[in-house]
């Protein structure tokens, strides 16, 4: 098992960026690829992006790409997110999730462990 707690949320303006950085501690966290998820008042959670172990492969929801970046430091236990140009319908609660068979995908039941999520506001 991994432990996973997200920081860098907050409140935004509507062009702006944001970077959320998520910490895992616990087992080794080369093992796991991770990833990135967002759940919105009233919605169901969805994803956003995913890397691989080694950091050399990503994935992004369409929608997402070309705006959301996902990278990693396995140095530092820690994987990013890279928002930028935020839209108010980005607006969620942002999650990191582990997945310890390495395979990072967008379904959630891929993933393990969860951290807590932290709130992201993007005021128009």
């Known amino acids: 098992q991994v432990q996973l707690v997200e920081s860098g949320g907050g409140l935004v303006q509507a062009g702006g960026s944001l970077r959320l950085s998520c910490a895992a501690s616990?087992?080794?966290?080369?093992?796991?690829?991770m990833g990135w998820f967002r759940q919105a008042p009233g919605k169901e959670r969805e994803f956003v992006a995913a890397?691989?172990?080694?950091?050399?492969?990503?994935n992004y929801a369409d929608s997402l790409k070309g705006r959301f970046t996902i990278s990693r430091d396995n140095a530092k236990n820690t994987v990013y997110l890279q928002m930028n140009s935020l839209k108010p319908e980005d607006t969620a609660v942002y999650y990191c999730?582990?997945?310890?068979?390495?395979?990072?995908?967008?379904?959630?039941?891929?993933?393990?462990?969860w951290g807590q999520g932290t709130q992201v506001t993007v005021s128009s």
């Open positions: 999730a582990a997945d310890q068979y390495g395979r990072g995908t967008s379904a959630t039941s891929s993933y393990d462990d």
């Open positions: 616990g087992r080794t966290f080369s093992y796991y690829a």
């Open positions: 890397i691989s172990r080694s950091g050399g492969r990503t």
